[in-house]
């Protein structure tokens, strides 16, 4: 699937050099972009244009209806994923959004449109994408070489970040210029072309479909060679993995007030700063700025993945705290760069880690199963959220997030002293970066090749929308 270089001392970038997943790539940045445009924008539109007085209820009510599908069809996304070709998945997910977005654009264009409207086609986009993101993380090793398993990964977190930059900066400031109906037309044009990308793709065989000799043929399409995967149910993956089940506990409660931060900006800027559209668009892009410079500078920060995230989340509650301390636009937008840092960097170390401790057969499952257990409390604290800032100021929001993510980040740096690889006396934490490990008979192991070091495992990561601190989706 690579093209062979001509200078083996410097290789191109795996998006230019393997034409395959180059393809997949921009498609994935186009749908996540699209997806992210809509919920930026429409959140606006619902606080600015339309809401009065109840502008928050209507915001949290948008943005739980675009998180719920992905918790509420895990074990359907999951099931899908492992037994129906990748391509046409991730092919039908994208069609089936842009259809959604014209129907919408179509609508807004004829006539008045109806808020139950937007919320429909909300849930419709956030359905697609619940099955595009997962099935695109276990369709990697479909597209690339096993050496660029890994960069293939990290190149697919930081441009989940970079979507949702572009989408969240275009998204307030589309709806101020053109409308519901030019952003939905907009969405619908980037799914649509995102769809017509992967079509051109030819997936390789998975590991399942290779044949007696062991090796894939890279020109087997996976529509007609795939073999459907044994079935795993979601309780039993998470029950084997009692350190990564308690990992993303403590990030779903995390969630439950950083994924807030989708409601409590729209509601801040219109209701403490005053701005419009591009005010809106400006802190988003702070946001989503930090996180693509966290997704590059991840893999240097030094410690366990526990520590560094526990630091993060630290670090997120101070700057999340800064707006209800001080109103004024360039300090939020900092205060939003350094918390969406805390974002790129937690994804990065995190799914590096999960990509050493899950097993390879259960991987398919649990990207799904990542997905909806960090997903779960994004429904609940768009509701409860929005329906605070309805009675209670942007600022004292701002500070009610920064008080929930402190026992989160105390409870993620306590971890490592119940998980251990073994019970022997001086075990080492099973999250400790490239170290060597001692046994409880006294052997001393190394990583596995698979165990690759995190600067190359997690290049520039929820649920969610996200990655491990909260996602964009």
């Given at each position: 699937m690579s093209t062979p270089t001509a200078s083996p001392g410097r290789r191109p970038p795996l998006v230019l050099r393997n034409r395959a997943f180059g393809t997949v790539w921009l498609g994935q940045v186009l749908t996540q972009a699209g997806t992210r445009m809509f919920q930026v924008g429409t959140s606006w539109w619902l606080i600015g244009h339309v809401a009065s007085g109840d502008g928050g209820f209507a915001a949290g009510m948008l943005m739980a209806l675009s998180t719920l599908p992905a918790v509420a069809l895990a074990p359907l996304v999951a099931r899908a994923i492992a037994r129906r070709s990748h391509r046409s998945?991730?092919?039908?997910?994208?069609?089936?959004?842009?259809?959604?977005?014209?129907?919408?654009?179509?609508?807004?264009?004829?006539?008045?449109?109806?808020v139950v409207a937007v919320y429909a086609a909300a849930l419709a986009l956030a359905t697609c994408q619940a099955f595009f993101d997962p099935c695109l993380t276990t369709s990697v090793p479909e597209l690339v070489d096993d050496e660029d398993i890994e960069a293939a990964t990290g190149f697919e977190l930081s441009t989940q970040s970079l979507a949702s930059l572009g989408g969240a900066l275009l998204g307030a400031l589309v709806v101020d210029g053109a409308g519901v109906a030019g952003l939905a037309a907009g969405c619908a044009v980037a799914y649509g072309t995102a769809a017509v990308l992967i079509t051109t793709v030819r997936f390789r065989a998975p590991a399942s479909a290779e044949g007696p000799s062991g090796n894939a043929d890279a020109g087997v399409d996976t529509e007609t060679a795939a073999a459907p995967a044994p079935r795993r149910t979601l309780r039993r993956i998470l029950g084997r993995l009692p350190y990564v089940r308690a990992i993303l506990?403590?990030?779903?409660?995390?969630?439950?007030?950083?994924?807030?931060?989708?409601?409590?900006?729209?509601?801040?800027?219109?209701?403490?700063?005053?701005?419009?559209?591009?005010?809106v668009s400006l802190l988003e892009a702070s946001l989503g700025l930090g996180t693509l410079i966290g997704s590059f500078t991840g893999a240097r920060v030094p410690g366990r993945p526990t520590a560094v995230g526990s630091a993060c989340l630290g670090a997120m509650a101070l700057a999340l705290a800064v707006p209800g301390l001080i109103a004024a636009w360039p300090v939020i937008a900092g205060a939003l760069l350094v918390t969406g840092w805390c974002v790129g960097v937690i994804g990065v170390r995190f799914v590096a880690l999960f990509q050493r401790l899950v097993p390879?057969?259960?991987?398919?499952?649990?990207?799904?199963?990542?997905?909806?257990?960090?997903?779960?409390?994004?429904?609940?604290?768009?509701l409860l959220f929005g329906l605070l800032g309805d009675h209670l100021s942007a600022r004292t929001l701002c500070l009610i997030q920064a008080a929930g993510l402190v026992p989160a980040a105390l409870a993620l740096l306590l971890l490592p002293r119940r998980y251990r690889t073994s019970d022997a006396p001086g075990a080492r934490p099973v999250d400790a970066p490239e170290a060597e490990r001692e046994t409880a008979d006294g052997h001393v192991t190394r990583p596995e090749a698979a165990d690759a070091p995190e600067a190359e495992a997690a290049t520039p990561a929820p649920p969610a929308s996200t990655t491990p601190a909260g996602g964009t989706r």
């Open positions: 998945l991730l092919r039908g997910a994208a069609a089936g959004a842009g259809t959604a977005a014209a129907v919408l654009a179509g609508w807004a264009a004829a006539s008045d449109l109806p506990l403590c990030f779903t409660a995390a969630n439950l007030f950083t994924t807030a931060v989708f409601v409590v900006m729209p509601l801040y800027t219109a209701k403490v700063l005053h701005g419009d559209g591009a005010t390879a057969a259960d991987k398919p499952a649990f990207f799904a199963v990542m997905q909806a257990v960090l997903g779960a409390t994004f429904p609940v604290a768009s």
